[in-house]
Nanobody
Framework: QVQLVESGGGLVQPGGSLRLSCAVSGNIESINFMAWYREAPGKKREVIATMAISGRTNYPDAMKGRFTISGDISNTIYLQVSDVKAEDTAVYYC?????????????????WGQGTQVTVSS
């Protein structure tokens, strides 16, 4: 079993900042990469940032500037969002691509957290 548990969501005023956390635990052999996604009402889930086991980070062009992924992918990763805007209102999800222990060896797994709601409003 693998668990990804996000936290840190809530109500944020425009122009403010927030930090989300994602704690990973379970019967894990290794983690290839972790990522943050978000899904706004009526829109498709979109990637915000990724972090590889090497520590290398990557952001789509649309996410560069206000979003920062950090942390230790073997334990907890974070997403810092600055100068939040109304359009940042969404459910934010943590994703992990990893290798888990099974009875007969190892199995690749791509898994998601339950999501944390972020609402930007004055």
């Amino acid at each position: 079993q693998v668990q990804l548990v996000e936290s840190g969501g809530g109500l944020v005023q425009p122009g403010g900042s927030l930090r989300l956390s994602c704690a990973v635990s379970g019967n894990i052999e290794s983690i290839n990469f972790m990522a943050w996604y978000r899904e706004a009402p009526g829109k498709k889930r979109e990637v915000i940032a990724t972090m590889a086991i090497s520590g290398r980070t990557n952001y789509p062009d649309a996410m560069k500037g206000r979003f920062t992924i950090s942390g230790d992918i073997s334990n907890t990763i974070y997403l810092q969002v600055s100068d939040v805007k109304a359009e940042d209102t969404a459910v934010y999800y943590c994703n992990a691509n990893l290798l888990i222990h099974t009875g007969s060896g190892f199995t690749p797994l791509d898994t998601w957290g339950q999501g944390t709601q972020v609402t930007v409003s004055s």
